[in-house]
């Protein structure tokens, strides 16, 4: 019997290059666009049901509006009946379907006080995207792969997307022939991408009841970690890793080609030239486009790196509970901790922590600088380190500390205690 994608064991996701060919791009842009306009449509139809909510008097008008707004959010049905144009064969029906369930999901975290704010429009960019989702016919197949379901792979080389038809992909050889080989994989939704850049992607969600990665040995060692703005990290075994330096190479590279950028678009409105039709702003663009994507991916690919090294040498990684909405209040760092990516790399660990079956513990990290991990003296008000002072000596048992390092086994301390409760 086919299961749901909750009720398996094991959760994974790929990413995949595809090339789809002017038609399908056509199809792909539509798809996208139809959905951005369907979830703009639900936030504007919220707006104005709250606005009419505010009213003190009761008005029939009024009141048949909001039944008329609360139907075109409800009902997929009512969406159509009032813009016809969505009618249209290159248009999913899982799309229409998943950007609704996007609204919900919105208000959702709002609700749940995961978001600060409420949902907002989204604007239009040069990144396009959208869902849909395989279907597999319950009659016809009794265990759910990667190759039977009505959207998935044909072969390693080429998958099938709904409206779009086969298209050729290309990703991780590795990873592929591994899927491949296991017994039963199903394909969960599917999201289809342009970045700005223009090159397009898959993104596949996958489970299956056996393990997509071989369990690591056991090491029974326990680390704690202190992110930090001075170097990326420290350990509480005193080992330092700094800020990858090629990142800072690239943005120089990024700031030339926006001042190039800044120039065409000044030339192209002293001629009168929309933005989308100058050739030579389009080439720039796309240029800025590529090296952000590439600070980007140097980015991610140094915290995967670090993640993993973590992962594999340490059984328990401790580390602190950051506040980052709390932390950018701090004017002359708020860049550098966006640029640090403490967030990110946090995520990585526990996912990554969850997937090879490693403890994963975050702690508050409330005095854990002024805190001294040998004897417990916390440092009084009037004698808090500030952000210069790297070392220190405790006034009561007189040890030397290295700020950072101190911190990291403070935190490895209160994680080894939070998991012995």
Known sequence: MLKKMSEYKY???????????????RIIKKNAETARFIYNEMIACSKEIAAFGK????????????QVLRERIKSVTSLKAHFLWMDDVDLDANMIANAKKNYAHAWKCYRCSETKNPPAFHRRTYALSY???????????????????????????????????????KGSRKILVHIFSMHSVRIGTMTVSRDACGGYFLSMQLASDEPFVTS?????????IDLNLKNFYMDSNGRCVNHPVYIQRTKRRVTRAQRILSRKARGCRRQHIPLRRGVRYQAQRRLVARLKQKIKRQRQDFLHVQAM??????????????????????RRCTKAIYEAGWRTFLDFLE??????????????????????SACGYILPTGQRL?????????????????????????ILQRGLATLSK
Request: overall charge positive.
């Open 386 to 410: 500030q952000l210069s002072d790297r070392q220190w000596q405790c006034p009561s048992c007189h040890v030397i500390h290295d700020r950072d390092r101190n911190a990291a086994c403070n």
């Open 55 to 66: 009213l003190s008097i009761y008005i029939q008008g009024i009141t048949e509006r909001i």
């Open 216 to 224: 690591l040995p056991k090491t029974g060692s326990a680390i704690g």
């Open 309 to 330: 090294d973590l992962i594999k040498n340490h059984e328990t990684i401790v580390a602190e509970q950051l506040d980052i909405s709390r932390l950018i209040q701090l």
């Open 131 to 169: 869902q849909t989702n395989p279907h597999y016919n319950r009659q016809r197949v009794s265990e759910a792969t990667l190759t039977n379901g009505s959207a998935g792979f044909r072969d390693t080389s080429h998958v099938y997307v709904p409206k779009l038809g086969r298209i050729r992909c």
């Open 11 to 25: 959760h994974s996701g790929i990413r995949l290059r595809i090339y789809p060919s002017h038609q399908q791009k």
């Open 351 to 372: 996912y990554k922590a969850k997937r090879y079956r490693r403890i994963f513990v975050k702690v508050n990290p409330a005095y854990t600088t002024q805190r001294c």
